[in-house]
């Protein structure tokens, strides 16, 4: 019978990645309570309205990546792509925004269908943080302060470059966008066929097109900066004197528009070079536009996403991946009596000790016991046979240490290792 695999893009997460994974959230968890945000959890799960309105109907996402089906009632649910949506939708639905300020964060995974490659897959992993209520630049500029603390703490800030743009006020876009329609109607060959269907309905998303064809006439385009408004442009030139101020490197990038349609005035992404083609880390930006647009009262918003994935690809690039935590002890025991006291003995080790040990509860042969002893890590093997059961007494062997083997009385036991 053959056997049953994942679907691809799907990948099991196997020891010892998962400790690794472990490492990267309590990070992550610890920096969201040092800069007072509170976790939300979400559904996997959502209507797909939400992501036509939400994200935008003339996106990749909506357009050609999210997995839509209906259920048994006839609704048409969307696994979904990513988190903002999700997270307007909740605060919207339970009333946590209305005349309030609310700061949260989420993790999880997020469901796409794009073609597998090293740091993109179809289902995928993101933390998301978000801020309700506050229009001023300072909170835009504390979400960048946070993520270069994360990047800091994990050791990669110096392989991560930080990219920033605005795409200005309402008004200042619509200037825009009058112009941009023009130029690329004078370039019309040169469109693919995405640009084209998006050239009236949302023109600034083929600037962030990634077919090299285009590269030049895109290169050319007239640029968002250059039809900032008096409020857009104070914005912007605040946002880059606190970076500035709090030792923040960044480059402006005009090209950076960033690929859904909620998102407004500031954007960002930290971007590595050692990820290929998958070079953003981490987006984000401003998007005052989308709780209206998804039904309550105008309210500003600002936010980013994290790619777990990748962020454990570039830790394992650069070597900052912790070392495996290696249990204390392996114990092993010989014959059903031997085998019922270890069970006591180990159990009453962990409460006390509150350090990793492994008991192998197996009645194989005390050769195959001490081969996965050595193979463990374990810095000692604690040896319960017929004769230490009649004498009272535990074996203790050093696997990591040229020292005689040597016994001792099992009630001394819990002092010797708490001595080690």
């Not at 509170?38 to 990546?65: A, C, N, S």
């Not at 996403?305 to 204390?328: F, H, M, S």
Request: charged share 25%.
């Amino acid at each position: 019978m053959q056997l049953i695999q994942a679907i691809r893009g799907f990948n099991d997460i196997l020891p010892p990645d998962t400790f690794y994974w472990n490492f990267l959230e309590t990070h992550i968890r610890r920096l969201a309570a040092l800069y007072g945000y509170e976790e939300i959890r979400l559904p996997i799960v959502e209507k797909t309205e939400l992501f036509v309105r939400g994200v935008g109907e003339v996106t990749d996402i909506v357009e050609k990546e999210m997995y839509t089906f209906e259920d048994r009632n006839g609704d048409k649910l969307t696994l979904r792509p990513e988190g903002t949506a999700c997270c307007v939708r909740a605060v919207l639905e339970h009333g946590l925004i209305h005349n309030q300020i609310q700061r949260l964060w989420y993790s999880g995974p997020m469901f796409r269908h794009e073609r597998p490659q090293a740091g993109r897959y179809r289902e995928f992993y993101q933390a998301g943080f978000e801020v309700f209520g506050i229009a001023d630049v300072y909170i835009d500029a504390e979400l960048i302060l946070l993520t270069a603390s994360l990047w800091r703490a994990l050791g990669v800030l110096d392989k991560l470059s930080l990219q920033i743009n605005t795409l200005g006020t309402p008004a200042s876009r619509e200037a825009h966008r009058t112009v941009l329609i023009q130029y690329f109607e004078e370039h019309r060959a040169a469109l693919d066929e995405d640009s084209l269907r998006r050239l009236y309905k949302n023109p600034l998303r083929i600037l962030d097109s990634k077919n090299p064809n285009m590269a030049e006439v895109i290169a050319g385009a007239p640029k968002l900066i250059d039809f900032l408004d008096a409020d857009a442009l104070k914005y912007f030139e605040q946002l880059q004197a606190i970076l500035k101020e709090n030792g923040i490197n960044f480059t402006v990038n005009p090209s950076l528009v960033r690929g859904l349609d909620y998102y407004s005035h500031g954007v960002f992404e930290w971007v590595s070079h050692q990820l290929g083609a998958q070079a953003t880390v981490c987006a984000g930006g401003r998007y005052d536009g989308l709780v209206s647009q998804l039904g309550g009262k105008p309210t500003p918003a600002v936010g980013f996403g994290i790619g777990l994935d990748r962020v454990i690809l570039l830790l394992r690039a650069n070597e900052k991946l912790p070392t495996l935590e290696q249990p204390l002890v392996y114990v092993l025991s010989v014959g059903e009596e031997a085998k019922a006291q270890s069970m006591k003995i180990t159990e009453n080790l962990r409460q006390s000790l509150q350090k990793p040990i492994v008991n192998d509860t197996s009645l194989a042969s005390f050769k195959s016991q001490m081969k996965r002893a050595d193979k463990s890590g374990a810095k000692i093997a604690l040896i319960i046979g017929e004769d230490e059961v009649k004498a009272g007494t535990i074996s203790v062997k050093f696997l990591r240490e040229d020292r005689p083997q040597q016994a001792i009385n099992q009630a001394d036991l819990l002092g010797f290792l708490q001595n080690m």
